[in-house]
């Protein structure tokens, strides 16, 4: 079996002949054809199976209400007191509603609010605290007349069950429903908007010697199947996203593997979501040990993954990355 990864270009001298990635701003004329056991070569678009190219190609529709032609920001929303950047920030109903304003200000789209850490060793939650943790504050945002639509990052089914009744319109599983029996036909019964993303074993284990056969052609498959088994429980592929799940379950290497081949995911037919935003790796290889210090080297990551064409980046520092955003933009 072959890969095709996209060589994603920005550039505006477009050539005749090339090919729009997802119907969004980046373009491209050939692929890197992947097999596994290492071998790869360059093939131009011509020589792309058609089933793949359509869905490198084809305009994503409306997520959330938010449109794909354009990236977006999920702004980070930590109501825990045990997060591995903010912890503790914003785990009081107050401090959570304000930051949420904050957030929105600064120009995030959607805001992913979460009541249990994912965080490399960090401990479990009972699904009782997690929805008292959650629930209130999206009441309170739905409840204050904001618009912006809201994500729950959970894994545990009734939390998101709970939330999604509470107004939340997406239900962001990091180990892409598989962790809870109930997540499926949940998914299948409501609808709602789902990012898959992938994770190697529970956050309490997954650094602990993670390892794979192909990082970025193992985590291509793996959403791949989970993409296929959440329509087949009656999800339409158009309301799923995916993320390749920077971090969990990863060596610096693999993140570093998976961000050099991003532009891959675009064969799956779905919007890509980024969330690289403040980790380890990131304070690692900028040299800062301080989690709130990382906006510099997240943004740039960031940015390499818009120059790949992914739609939504999940971050901590709204106002610098929006900022970001924009003078990026008027270089194209």
Not at 222 to 229: G, N, P, R, S, T
Not at 286 to 312: K, N, Y
Request: net charge negative; aromatic share 6%.
């Amino acid at each position: 079996m072959a890969y095709f990864r996209p060589i994603s270009q920005i550039d505006r001298c477009r050539p005749k002949g090339a090919r729009a990635i997802a119907g969004g701003w980046a373009w491209f004329t050939h692929a890197e054809r992947i097999e596994r056991g290492g071998h790869t070569d360059v093939v131009p678009v011509s020589e792309i199976p058609e089933d793949i190219l359509e869905n490198v190609c084809s305009a994503r529709g409306d997520i959330c209400g938010l449109p794909m032609s354009e990236p977006h920001i999920m702004g980070v929303l930590n109501v825990t007191p045990d997060s591995f950047s903010d912890g503790g920030q914003h785990n009081t109903f107050e401090a959570a509603i304000v930051r949420a304003n904050n957030m929105i200000e600064e120009g995030a789209a959607l805001l992913d609010i979460g009541g249990e850490s994912t965080r490399p060793g960090a401990d479990f939650v009972e699904v009782a605290e997690e929805i008292s943790r959650t629930v209130p504050v999206i009441e309170a945002i739905k409840s204050a007349g904001i618009d912006t639509p809201l994500s729950i990052d959970t894994r545990k089914a009734d939390v998101a069950d709970a939330a999604l009744k509470s107004g939340a319109t997406m239900f962001n599983d990091v180990t892409a429903l598989t962790y809870d029996a109930k997540s499926l036909p949940l998914v299948g019964r409501e609808k709602p908007f789902v990012c898959l993303m992938h994770s190697l074993s529970d956050p309490k284990t997954m650094q602990i010697s993670p390892e794979y056969d192909d990082v970025l052609l193992d985590i291509y498959d793996h959403l791949a199947e989970q993409i296929a088994i959440c329509t087949r429980a009656g999800l339409p592929k158009e309301r799923i996203i995916v993320d390749p799940g920077i971090g969990f379950g990863k060596t610096m290497d693999h993140n570093l593997q998976l961000i050099r081949g991003l532009s891959l995911f675009h064969g799956l037919g779905c919007p890509v979501l980024l969330g690289v935003s403040r980790k380890r790796f990131i304070g690692e290889l900028g040299g800062t040990q301080e989690a709130a210090d990382r906006a510099p080297g997240s943004i740039a990551i960031g940015l390499e993954g818009l120059r790949q064409g992914i739609q939504f980046l999940r971050v901590h520092d709204i106002w610098q990355t929006k900022q970001a955003i924009r003078l990026w933009q008027t270089t194209l």
